[in-house]
């Protein structure tokens, strides 16, 4: 009995996503670098688009102190939950389990169950988190912070409107890789990004307006407290074994993503002066920190799909595919940081914001972009083979651990980069 032979991973034809003019630079696997290196423009586009949003919410981040060290490790959540949820629908797509099933208990169900449940669990634990490192800074002479019912009005309601928008988009991506031809794995982590950075932080300035209104924020809060309580006692009481599963997996990974965030906000608070100095250095900030994770993204998922379909086998150094997908992130990092640090330039002049000047931004952005993607590729390499020895499902800790790692990191790179070239 014969069938058809299920294509590698890294040898899907899509001529339509094709760039010619980059064939050279992106190599041989052209086809998989065209359809990243587009979903990657135009995450980094929408995430300068967030850094000038966050400019833009200035007075209301002085109104309520503690927000600010809040707001990245909320954006990052949304890809640290969506694009596992992305890796996952992807190896099924590949393996032949997947059906588009709206049943509870079917595939598709039970992944979708369990991202929202995560989603709700994940937001109060971040909430907590957050009202202690935003102790930690009032401790250390700032001014009292928002409460913990505050944070968990925000993180909760905030959280759950981008959540359901990013589902919207997650599960659209996978009926476009279907109907397209795509590989999901090479524009989930970067499209993913785009839109947890764009609709994120929205949802949690929405979510502002509830907060600081005495009782009604409290009542508010317990509120969605006992109902995230319900929602996580009710996986585990199910048969879902699938949701079950992916809930336990991805909870404690997802909160220690968490922690690394607001860690890297400490890190970058402390060097404020440098970015007051030359205001664009805000701008491009969330683009370098999100196009370094969504690198890490893309080359997680691939490996995650690989180990599955049995394409790559375990060693201490890459070898075969997992070396051919490294060589291309590397490939993908050289136009895509040139691109931010020169958007990123043009579009501090057009808008009037301090800059050290086009080429100094497009060096910080390249440099400290290769040692930020050298880090990934440890990372994801190595974190992918620890969780399958340990029987642990790839998909689900892939992304979260490049981007706990990332955070740190991608704060203390950026930070250094600029020390190297001279940035005041």
């Known amino acids: 009995m014969t069938g058809r032979r299920l294509?590698?991973?890294g040898r899907l034809s899509v001529p339509r996503l094709a760039w010619r003019p980059l064939g050279g630079l992106l190599g041989p696997a052209r086809a998989d670098a065209s359809q990243s290196l587009v979903a990657l423009l135009l995450s980094a586009t929408t995430s300068l688009i967030t850094g000038f949003a966050i400019a833009g919410f200035e007075q209301r981040l002085r109104d309520f102190p503690g927000l600010l060290l809040f707001i990245p490790a909320a954006i990052g959540l949304r890809g640290n939950l969506f694009g596992p949820l992305g890796s996952r629908l992807s190896t099924a797509i590949r393996t032949g389990t997947f059906s588009w099933s709206w049943r509870l208990d079917s595939q598709l169900g039970q992944n979708v169950a369990a991202t929202m449940a995560t989603s709700l669990g994940a937001a109060v634990g971040l909430a907590l988190i957050a009202e202690v490192f935003a102790l930690m800074v009032q401790g250390s002479g700032g001014v009292d912070p928002i409460s913990l019912t505050d944070f968990v009005v925000v993180s909760v309601?905030?959280?759950?409107?981008?959540?359901?928008?990013?589902?919207?988009?997650?599960?659209?991506?996978?009926?476009?890789?279907?109907?397209?031809?795509?590989?999901?794995?090479?524009?989930?982590?970067?499209?993913?990004?785009a839109s947890g950075d764009f609709v994120t932080l929205p949802a949690l300035v929405l979510a502002t307006?509830?907060?600081?209104?005495?009782?009604?924020?409290?009542?508010?809060?317990?509120?969605?407290?006992?109902?995230?309580?319900?929602?996580?006692?009710?996986?585990?009481?199910?048969?879902?074994?699938?949701?079950?599963?992916?809930?336990?997996?991805?909870?404690?990974?997802?909160?220690?993503?968490?922690?690394?965030?607001?860690?890297?906000?400490?890190t970058l608070e402390r060097s404020i002066d440098r970015f007051l100095t030359f205001t664009v250095l805000l701008v491009m900030l969330p683009g370098f920190l999100s196009t370094g994770g969504a690198l890490g993204g893309i080359l997680s998922s691939r490996l995650g799909t690989k180990m599955h379909l049995g394409f790559i086998e375990p060693g201490l150094l890459p070898r075969g595919e997992a070396r051919t997908d490294i060589g291309i992130t590397y490939r993908l990092a050289v136009p895509i940081f040139v691109f931010l640090g020169l958007i990123a330039g043009l579009a501090g002049a057009l808008f009037d914001k301090s800059s050290p000047g086009i080429l100094t931004l497009i060096l910080v952005a390249v440099s400290g972009g290769l040692i930020v993607t050298t880090m990934v590729a440890a990372v994801a390499y190595l974190g992918t083979l620890a969780v399958v020895r340990f029987g642990l499902d790839p998909d689900n800790h892939g992304i979260p651990i490049v981007s706990a790692s990332l955070d740190v990191v991608g704060a203390l790179t950026f930070v250094g980069v600029l020390l190297v070239w001279g940035v005041a």
């Open 7 to 9: 294509p590698s991973p």
């Open 157 to 193: 309601l905030g959280g759950t409107i981008a959540s359901l928008v990013v589902l919207g988009i997650t599960l659209a991506l996978a009926v476009g890789s279907a109907r397209f031809g795509w590989d999901l794995d090479n524009v989930t982590a970067p499209l993913v990004s």
């Open 209 to 266: 307006t509830l907060i600081g209104r005495g009782n009604v924020t409290t009542t508010l809060a317990s509120l969605l407290t006992v109902i995230v309580l319900v929602a996580v006692v009710a996986v585990f009481r199910s048969n879902l074994l699938i949701c079950r599963r992916i809930v336990i997996e991805s909870m404690p990974i997802l909160l220690l993503a968490g922690v690394l965030s607001l860690v890297a906000g400490l």
